[in-house]
């Protein structure tokens, strides 16, 4: 439904009309689920980043490459995703570190992967993060 709202998304649902609540008790907000395009009333939906080495020599870049992949619902309009790296959790998070790949459809899920390569090489302690925030509707 590409034009949605957390309002809209969550009318007719009394356990989601808190975006900060987390109906299903899995550890993930009713707004960040809505952002992600899992089941806020299901537990067993959780989505998560994926870290995986690539070949993208065919993009120009090497054949050993890590990829920060994360899957976003594609209809929210009043959500603004950040993905965030560090090397040490006590310094700054920072988007340097990521360069945007492109995006997957992942089907009839009204999901997409967002796909980022690590520019620099990756430190035994990397952390990434994806975090979302309520835009103007």
Do not use: C, M
Not at 24 to 53: I, P
Not at 96 to 101: H, I
């Amino acid at each position: 439904r590409p034009g949605t709202t957390y309002a809209a998304w969550a009318f007719g649902f009394p356990d989601l009309t808190d975006p900060l609540g987390d109906a299903d008790q899995d550890g993930l907000s009713n707004f960040l689920e809505y952002s992600l395009g899992s089941d806020a009333l299901d537990s067993d939906s959780r989505t998560g980043g994926r870290l995986t080495v690539e070949d993208l020599s065919g993009l120009g870049f090497g054949d050993n490459e890590i990829v920060y992949s994360i899957s976003v619902a594609t209809h929210p309009d009043d959500v603004a995703l950040d993905v965030l790296s560090t090397t040490n959790l006590l310094s700054a998070w920072s988007s340097s570190q990521l360069e945007f790949l492109g995006t997957t459809d992942i089907g009839t899920t009204n999901s997409i992967d967002l796909r980022f390569r690590l520019t620099t090489p990756l430190n035994p302690t990397g952390y990434f993060k994806s975090s979302t925030r309520k835009t103007d509707e």
